[in-house]
């Protein structure tokens, strides 16, 4: 074999075993299959990797909120004392309220910027599963938005109609008010729970029960219904009468009446004529007293413990003298308000 053989056998043998050496090569992957890749990489991906939720500031200045947003709500509950006192021309409740409110509104801030830098460093999977179940949230409290435009009808603005000052009996309540059957039956169940309860108070600290008077129901009733009717709080109605002046009118003579008023669970005490006792009771959560829902059980539950609680009511209450009691109650469309008329 000449040299010229060896070279071209040679040559031959290094193509054929370089060709073996390559590594095969890869098929292309499939449409389906890189559309997947690339859903799986964009939903684990983080538009911000370095931003994360500072959960110690988080929890530092919403409990900060809620702390100043509670004794906001304390401040304005005692407003009407706290405005008595008169910085220039600025009143010092406002003052506070005013100071308290740009505290909350600053930590709320706060907090709000806490939560963008959370959001921005989750992954789009969360940030879109969020999303659809915030949509999902919003049309279920849309479907249910029928049910409670008709639960908030029940007490519409045409609940009280206007105010009559002669004798209110259960016939000219139910025929004065546009109001349904049902729910004047609420507030007579109220009244006869409140009623109950003050004889359950004066049995137990040894005392004779209360007996139920039509008469000074009907006073108290009269005041309740002008309370609600004509957005005030007091013993004393818009044409000046107090309660001896109604108890007058309505037939009733008597010479002492012990006043206990309570606003924001707080009392005066005068001397002047028959006893009574005023009060507002919301539903929900009541400051003091807990959460109180709208049956008539839980209502008058609550004012009568409200009125337990405060040393003048409480007087009114436990006085032996008194025999006959009277209950009335009205709606406002936030507040059951309720009046005490003891002979």
Request: proline residues 3%; positive net charge; charged residues 25%.
């Amino acid at each position: 074999m000449g040299l010229l053989d060896r070279r071209y056998m040679r040559r031959d043998y290094n193509y054929t075993r370089s060709k073996s050496d390559r590594p095969p090569a890869k098929r292309p992957k499939s449409r389906i299959k890189q559309t997947y890749y690339n859903l799986k990489r964009w939903v684990f991906r983080r538009k911000h990797p370095y931003s994360k939720l500072r959960s110690d500031e988080l929890v530092i200045n919403l409990g900060l909120a809620i702390g100043l947003s509670i004794i906001l709500l304390i401040i304005l509950s005692y407003s009407d004392t706290l405005n008595s006192i008169a910085i220039w021309f600025v009143e010092l409740g406002t003052v506070i309220a005013l100071i308290l409110l740009y505290f909350i509104i600053k930590k709320l801030y706060k907090v709000f910027v806490n939560l963008k830098y959370g959001v921005r460093g989750l992954t789009n999977g969360v940030k879109i599963i969020s999303i659809v179940l915030l949509i999902l949230l919003s049309w279920q409290i849309y479907q249910n938005h029928d049910d409670f435009d008709s639960f908030d009808s029940f007490f519409n603005d045409d609940f009280f109609n206007t105010f009559s000052i002669e004798e209110i009996t259960v016939k000219t309540v139910e025929s004065t008010i546009p109001q349904s059957y049902l729910a004047y039956e609420r507030l007579e169940e109220c009244e006869k729970r409140i009623f109950d309860k003050t004889n359950a108070e004066r049995k137990t600290h040894g005392l004779e029960e209360l007996t139920w008077d039509s008469k000074i129901a009907n006073v108290a009733r009269e005041h309740s219904l002008d309370m609600a009717q004509n957005d005030f709080f007091g013993h004393e109605n818009l044409n000046g009468e107090d309660p001896t002046d109604r108890a007058r009118r309505h037939g009733l003579n008597e010479i002492t009446l012990n006043l206990n008023k309570t606003i924001s669970r707080r009392s005066r005490s005068y001397t002047i004529g028959i006893a009574e006792n005023i009060g507002k009771m919301p539903t929900g959560n009541v400051l003091g007293i807990g959460y109180v829902l709208d049956d008539p059980d839980s209502i008058a539950t609550a004012q009568v413990q409200s009125w337990m609680d405060s040393p003048g009511h409480r007087a009114n209450i436990l006085n032996s003298r008194y025999d006959r009691l009277g209950v009335g109650m009205a709606y406002d469309g936030v507040y059951y308000i309720s009046t005490q008329n003891f002979h």
